[in-house]
């Protein structure tokens, strides 16, 4: 495969529709199972707007030579802090009012589910030998760029980030049969952790000790 060109940097906030787009496309079957169906743009992007604003310096993209983005991942050092903005920003809130007035196209059923998925996430969270305040949140690439070290340069970038912040623990979950990012995490020093279970089926937990 002929390599081509491309650069990792920080993310801003007018990256998000590409981010939130490229996302969608990715874990298209992921998204289908919670939602039903596809929901409007809009859905992801106040979801990744929330991620971005929590922990700005923790967003990552990678873009081609005419600075199209091609990849992201979000690397929040904090996480809790992710949630406590939700909150106290009034995210849940726009989110809620969003919702009931159809402009994320999506009805009840998919908003129970996304719930239930999210308190197993959480209690899989607060067990002790699986916490970690940092993660690999989000990361994906674009399909036509994959094969491309992408991923491995993005994964390069947050790790220096969490040093930056002097991070000690990433914790981060991945679909067992996505062998691809298996290998990749493995490769740059993830463990496993455990597993956790939502609707769709299992997570592996990995963890990473920083050095």
């Not at 979801?47 to 005419?66: G, Q």
């Not at 463990?191 to 609707?199: A, E, F, K, L, P």
């Amino acid at each position: 495969m002929e390599q081509r060109e491309f650069s990792v940097g920080q993310a801003n906030k007018a990256d998000i529709p590409a981010i939130a787009a490229i996302f969608t496309d990715s874990f298209r079957e992921s998204v289908l199972h919670h939602c039903g169906r596809l929901p409007k743009p809009q859905a992801m992007e106040d979801v990744f707007t929330l991620v971005y604003e929590a922990e700005p310096t923790a967003a990552f993209v990678a873009r081609d030579l005419n600075g199209a983005v091609i990849g992201y991942c979000f690397a929040p050092s904090a996480l809790p802090s992710l949630w406590k903005r939700a909150v106290l920003n009034g995210h849940l809130l726009k989110w809620t009012w969003r919702w009931l007035t159809g402009r994320y196209g999506i009805g009840f059923h998919p908003v129970k589910v996304l719930f239930l998925n999210k308190l197993a996430f959480l209690h899989s969270a607060m067990t002790p030998t699986k916490a970690a305040d940092a993660r690999i949140l989000s990361i994906a690439v674009a399909d036509a760029w994959r094969g491309h070290g992408i991923a491995g340069a993005l994964m390069d970038l947050a790790d220096q980030y969490f040093r930056s912040r002097r991070v000690r623990r990433v914790r981060l979950e991945v679909r067992p049969d996505n062998e691809a990012a298996v290998r990749l995490y493995r490769h740059k020093g993830y463990v496993d952790g455990g597993v956790t279970q939502d609707s769709q089926g299992p997570w592996l937990i990995l963890f990473k000790e920083m050095e």
